[in-house]
């Protein structure tokens, strides 16, 4: 099979290389999934980098990237043959494995494919196991949102996005927080602040009339943290993504602790099955019906992997970058 993969870290022009490797087989449990598109995600340029905290190289050669879509080849033994054939996403591809999705071929557990509806394109599929399931999370981990006001820091992200999306089906009233008119019209919410241009606690309390909101989808905790204080109505949730401007952030705590505030801090990779189960039903749902729109960013074949990656770092795109396979 044609792959992309990595023998150490480094920038990706140095250490990416596109050629052959032996296809996969499906192990007990497992299926073997012809690939079509697969995600690049911050968290796989991160890992390739060796920029993640405590990362090491585990496998002698990784072949990079968790998200990715296609169909269901062949099965292992205890999955039903019915599968095959079947049109599938996937998550946790490369998630402390050393083969993920950017290649022609992969074999990993049979519930780390997920039927894909035939309404929902592969390009689409590839964006779904970060980006939408982390949103999903960070919307209803805390239970419903209808009749809640919700705050999405960061609203023309990859996660952002879908949350917006999600929180607007789910019945909640949707702020979002962008730097330019561009991206919020991307972030596809109602009602914005840019933060380049506006106070966001001084905003955000003004349009809720002082109420403030119900819970936050936060894509910096640091940065964000005293804004975040001042908005969240007591018994409120908070639920943080990530912290780059400060990955060791100092908690004002007993501000919090007197708001009764929870603080959810989340990561995609470990959620529990049960949980798991139901954000991908919710997220069947919504692609049978044709609900979420998708943000795809054409990043080429698997030769172009490097380039992929080069403009995941930069930063320069709305949306999810993805190889066509």
């Known amino acids: 099979m044609r792959a992309v993969w990595y023998e150490g870290f480094g920038p990706a022009d140095e250490v990416l290389v596109t050629g052959d490797l032996p296809d996969p087989e499906p192990g007990p449990g497992e299926v073997l999934v012809r690939l079509k598109a697969s995600g690049v995600n911050p968290s796989d340029v991160k890992l390739r980098a060796g920029a993640r905290p405590g990362v ?30 079947q ?16 290649a022609e071929l ?8 997920v039927p894909l509806p035939e309404g929902t394109s592969f390009a689409d599929g590839a964006c779904l196991g970060i980006p939408a399931m982390t949103a999903w999370f960070a919307v209803f ?3 419903p949102v209808e009749g809640k006001t919700v705050l999405v820091t960061g609203g023309a992200g990859t996660v952002g996005r879908y949350a917006c ?45 002082g109420a403030g909101v119900d819970r936050i989808v936060e894509v910096d905790f640091a940065a964000n943290q005293a804004a975040s204080l001042a908005l969240i109505k007591p018994g409120g949730t908070i639920a943080a993504y990530a912290s780059a401007s400060d990955v060791r952030p100092a908690l004002d705590f007993y501000p919090f602790m007197f708001k009764n505030t929870v603080l959810r801090m989340l990561i995609v990779y470990l959620l529990d099955a049960q949980t798991r189960r139901r954000g991908e039903d919710q997220l069947t749902r919504w692609l049978a019906e044709g609900a979420l729109s998708h943000a795809v960013v054409p990043g080429g074949g ?3 992997a490097a380039a992929a990656h080069r403009r995941v770092e930069a930063g320069d795109k709305l949306g999810t970058v993805v190889l066509d396979i």
Do not use: C
């Open 165 to 209: 999306q999600m929180a607007l089906l789910g019945g909640a009233r949707v702020i979002a927080t962008v730097s330019s008119e561009e991206k919020a019209n991307h972030s596809t919410a109602s009602e914005w602040v840019n933060y380049r241009e506006a106070n966001v606690a001084e905003t955000v309390a003004e349009v809720t009339g």
């Open 56 to 85: 090491t190289m585990a496998w002698p050669k990784i072949v990079p990237h968790s998200d990715g879509a296609g169909v269901i080849e062949a099965v292992g033994a205890g999955v039903d043959v019915a599968r095959i054939g």
């Open 302 to 304: 698997l030769a172009y």
């Open 87 to 102: 049109r599938v996403w996937i998550w946790n591809g490369q998630w402390q494995r050393a083969f993920g999705t950017a």
């Open 106 to 113: 992969i074999a990993l557990p049979t519930e780390q494919a």
């Open 141 to 143: 981990g805390d239970g």
